[in-house]
């Protein structure tokens, strides 16, 4: 049996531009999908922590150092300029994998650069 299990998430970004004339995707400072352990072209979920909005959609690695969280295409329909969004990846593994699985959290400050990346989380509490 596979376990679908978070693998890495990146914390309450600020959504720097949102792109309607785009095909798709979200495009993500490439210092931060590095941190997160996200990959170019994986499958992300994204959160929007200002409407509730969530929606699954891949990654394009923005410049480094950039800051860049942008939606592209019909994802920015739920997305304006400086609201905050947490992007997530799943992985999938077996439940021996799984039963010592830490995933990677990146936090950031005001300009999405990371300030932490942890790799536990527990109600109420960010360790």
């Not at 499958?43 to 909005?53: E, I, L, P, W, Y």
């Not at 932490?116 to 509490?125: C, P």
Request: hydrophobic letters at 40%; a negative charge; aromatic letters at 6%.
């Amino acid at each position: 049996m596979q376990l679908n299990m978070l693998k890495g998430k990146i914390h309450r970004v600020t959504v720097t531009e949102a792109r309607l004339d785009y095909v798709g995707s979200i495009t993500v400072d490439s210092d931060l999908l590095d941190a997160a352990g996200i990959l170019e072209y994986e499958k992300v979920a994204v959160v929007n922590v200002n409407n509730g909005q969530r929606l699954e959609t891949y990654t394009i690695a923005g410049e480094p150092g950039s800051g860049v969280i942008c939606l592209n295409g019909a994802a920015a329909h739920f997305f304006d300029p400086g609201d905050t969004a947490i992007i997530m990846c799943y992985c999938q593994m077996d439940a021996e994998e799984a039963r010592n699985h830490k995933p990677k959290v990146v936090f950031v400050d005001e300009k999405n650069h990371a300030t932490r990346v942890t790799n536990y989380e527990k109600h109420g509490q960010i360790a």
